[in-house]
T-cell receptor, first 114, second 116 residues
């Protein structure tokens, strides 16, 4: 069965600090996709990244970076030099290759304090 | 990028009434649409999967007679909450999947339902 665990329920950091959001997943599929979404107070999910199971390269996009480690089934997300606008709930999700149903983690609520 | 819309964005209804939420893929044809429900401070939970022209597949614990899903066209799926009760108050999010562009899935902006 597929499962996504985000152990950190809430995190608070001071502006300009770096913060890492953890994501651990379980799946029996050999092909799958991993995602991170940002959900601001408005509720709309903002797509951040998609990574397929065959691509373990880490990715950097501006202040955001992602570390995918198949050996530990983790897909962690780091925000460098955090800003107040980064305050939101962040969801990690897993998708089967064929079914495309999303399995969401419980989310991490990030508060960046000015 | 692909756009999925939901209407209404928020709705308040009285207990016992029915509410219809629309999910539209604006610039692509969606063979499959998913409906999720999110209670406050909780994660998104899949309610059902709908394929165009066929009956929806509901997740365990979701009452199909209460949450009616119709996927009548490749660009429209509707979720009707029948005889709504306060415990149905939630944030409902749809997503649409296209078989093209690598089976991408796009999320709608969500509909906030409050039942009084």
């Amino acid at each position: 069965a597929q499962k996504v665990t985000q152990a950190q329920t809430e995190i608070s950091v001071v502006e300009k600090e770096d913060v890492t959001l953890d994501c651990v997943y379980e799946t029996r599929d050999t092909t799958y996709y991993l995602f991170w979404y940002k959900q601001p107070p408005s509720g709309e999910l903002v797509f951040l990244i998609r990574r397929n199971s065959f691509d373990e390269q880490n990715e950097i996009s501006g202040r955001y970076s992602w570390n995918f480690q198949k050996s530990t089934s983790s897909f962690n997300f780091t925000i460098t030099a955090s800003q107040v606008v980064d305050s939101a709930v962040y969801f990690c999700a897993l998708s089967e290759y064929t079914g495309n149903q999303f399995y969401f983690g419980t989310g991490t609520s990030l508060t960046v304090i000015p | 990028g692909a756009v999925v819309s939901q209407h209404p964005s928020w709705v308040i209804c009285k207990s016992g009434t029915s509410v219809k939420i629309e999910c539209r893929s604006l610039d692509f044809q969606a063979t499959t649409m998913f409906w999720y429900r999110q209670f406050p401070k909780q994660s998104l939970m899949l309610m059902a999967t709908s394929n165009e022209g066929s009956k929806a597949t509901y997740e365990q614990g979701v009452e199909k007679d209460k949450f009616l899903i119709n996927h009548a066209s490749l660009t429209l799926s509707t979720l009707t909450v029948t005889s709504a009760h306060p415990e149905d108050s939630s944030f409902y999010i749809c997503s649409a999947r296209t078989p093209h562009a690598g089976d991408e899935q796009y999320f709608g902006p969500g509909t906030r339902l409050t039942v009084t």
